[in-house]
């Protein structure tokens, strides 16, 4: 697949290169081979040493634990999740921490088609499963990279989305800024976020999740709404989905 848009590196300003995995099949998936090569933090470590796990097992494990700990239901989920793709202007939506894309195939397969889709997430092997997961939707994009270092210039996207994974990032309001750059001057930003849940049971194991860095961390919703306003993002619409929460800002 050729790049309509040439990327670069948000740490290092190098230009990303095509991914080819272990087996030399070629991957339209792009990453900057300098950073990968780079001695990675503690903290990148963890998240990518529990989510290579993870990624095993996520769809059904991500689905039970919404609905047992966080109450959450899947219709609702979907729904936002697919108004959010349809309403993408300018021809493309940034999708954040898109994991393996079963979610969005499954919110959006009616839609994808129609909208060039660029996913991003900082696991290999969630986005390997997502390229996979997401050839049969349309002609994508692919970036391994970091939230808090985006390969886009500043005002450049129009529509973004981020589903579960504004609670994995180790620091919030850096990465809800990071977003809030590259974002155009009335774009739209879309999502969900789990709270903290109510029940001491819930809590702890959300705590562990914490531990084992499948979780940065377990805000309450006051924490959440100043963490946008700190980035510079002004929420327009909150919809409560038991402990999700299914939110709408705009720079």
């Known amino acids: 697949m050729q790049k309509s848009v040439q990327y670069f590196c948000g740490q290092c300003q190098k230009p990303l ?9 070629q991957l339209p998936m792009w990453h900057c081979e300098s950073c990968e090569k780079a001695p ?9 040493w529990a989510y290579r796990l993870y990624s095993f097992f996520y769809g059904p494990l991500a689905v039970l634990n919404m609905y047992i700990i966080w109450h959450g239901r899947l219709r609702p989920l979907l729904k936002w999740y697919l108004d959010t793709i349809s309403m993408a202007t300018q021809g493309s939506l940034l999708d954040i921490a898109i994991g393996d894309g079963e979610l969005t195939w499954f919110a959006g397969k009616k839609v994808l088609k129609n909208h060039r889709l660029i996913a991003l997430d900082l696991s290999r092997e969630m986005l390997k499963k997502c390229v996979r997961c997401l050839k049969k939707a349309g002609s994508h994009e692919f970036i391994l990279a970091n939230v808090e270092k985006l390969p886009f210039p500043s005002n450049h996207l129009h529509s973004i989305a981020c589903f579960g994974g504004i609670h994995v990032f180790q620091n919030r309001i850096k990465s809800l800024s990071e977003i809030a750059r590259v974002l155009q001057p009335g774009g739209l930003f879309r999502g ?9 049971l819930a809590q702890k194991i959300c705590n562990y999740y914490v531990h084992l860095g499948l979780l940065g961390s377990s805000p309450s919703i006051a924490e959440i709404e100043n963490d946008f306003l700190q980035a510079g993002l002004k929420i327009n619409k909150l919809q409560r989905n038991g402990f ?3 939110f709408e800002a705009t720079k």
């Not at 290169?17 to 099949?25: A, N, P, S």
């Not at 969900?192 to 001491?200: A, F, N, Y």
């Open 40 to 48: 990675q933090s503690e903290q990148i470590k963890q998240y990518r």
């Open 17 to 25: 290169t095509e991914f080819m995995d272990i087996q030399g099949q």
């Open 244 to 246: 999700m929460l299914l």
């Open 192 to 200: 969900s976020i789990l709270t903290r849940p109510k029940s001491v």
